[in-house]
């Protein structure tokens, strides 16, 4: 099998001035893990780099530069799943960690569990060695004002983010699915969440089936756009489902989006890989963040 990946940084409504970095940052995750699998490393390698070098990568609401919640702490959600075996690990509202999708991994790996959350995160990073970083080193100084400016606001509504496109907001769940020499699949997604979100607020990124879901008999999906209707419709979930019935995988990403606009009302967007290791995306905000390394080497990006 071919090794192929494709990445995203967000889907919302990214201002011209926030192009740039956007495409260097997807750019330079999708080249991260294909490295890993062209050296012959597994899916979900790849799919891990990927995701903690955009969460290193301030331009993104994932890792360093997240958003604030309403009490000005950075909490944290990631999951990545292994489609060899239906195997996921996630953490949730998690702080003090720098790459959350690591920790996702290890409690894959180095746990009987799937997903861990708040302080308890914290308590297994700890027993398996994963250090914790302080909050200046998540914190960014642009957050810190927005944070400012929007508790002096009288009213703030989270979906106005992701469908108007408005000049100053840089942020934007990541995500990555991958497949490898041995045709297995891998998805994981980090995220801050929404600005301003109440602490303890989880949204999509770390539930197995609506932020990311990887198997290897039907397909791999990352999501990212408004958590609450992705949660609803299990969006990656369904997205894989309609590969398994023979969709190609831009077209089951555009048919996962149109039920969750036509059920719930939702804004977001989807990057895709089927068994066969075609890549794919769908959004339906006004602009998301993708780069892909197909087939052959091929790279292409866009907004
Ligand atoms: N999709 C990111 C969130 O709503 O938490």
């Known amino acids: ?14 201002p011209d001035d926030a192009v740039d970095a956007h495409l260097r940052g997807v750019s ?49 959600d990631a999951m990545i799943m292994d489609g060899n075996g239906l195997r996921a690990g996630a953490v949730a509202a998690v702080r003090n960690i720098r790459n959350p999708v690591r920790l996702a991994r290890a409690v894959m790996e180095r746990s009987r569990l799937v997903l861990i959350a708040g302080p308890g995160a914290n308590l297994f990073a700890r027993a398996v060695g994963v250090p914790a970083c302080r909050t200046q080193d ?33 942020r934007g769940t990541v995500g990555a699915v991958a497949i490898d020499r041995r045709g297995d699949l891998a998805a994981a997604t980090s995220t801050g969440g929404v600005p301003h979100k109440p ?35 299990l969006l990656s ?11 190609s995988p831009g077209t089951a ?24 290791g075609r890549p794919g995306f769908s959004f339906n905000t006004p602009r998301m963040a993708w780069a892909c390394v197909g087939p052959g080497g091929k790279r292409r990006k866009g907004i």
């Open 1 to 14: 099998m071919e090794p192929a990946m494709i990445v995203h940084g967000g889907a919302w409504g990214i």
């Open 28 to 76: 330079s995750g999708a080249e991260a893990g294909h490295g890993l699998l062209r050296r012959g490393q597994s899916a979900l390698d790849a799919v891990e780099a990927a995701v903690a070098v955009m969460e290193d990568d301030p331009t993104f609401d994932a890792g360093r530069g997240a958003f604030l919640n309403k009490i000005g702490q950075v909490e944290l």
């Open 138 to 170: 998540l914190l960014v100084g642009r957050e810190l004002a927005r944070w400012r400016a929007i508790r002096k606001k009288k009213r703030f509504r989270v979906r106005e983010i992701f469908d108007t496109i408005q000049a100053g907001q840089r």
């Open 199 to 233: 602490p303890g607020r989880v949204g999509d990124s770390p539930i197995v089936g609506a932020g990311a879901y990887a198997d290897n008999e039907t397909g791999a999906v990352s999501a990212t756009g408004w958590g609450e209707p992705i949660l609803r419709v």
């Open 237 to 247: 979930k369904t997205a894989c489902d309609l590969m398994g019935d023979g969709l």
């Open 253 to 276: 990403c555009r048919r996962a989006l149109s039920v969750m606009r036509r059920r719930v009302d939702g804004i977001g967007g989807l990057v895709a890989m089927d068994r066969r």
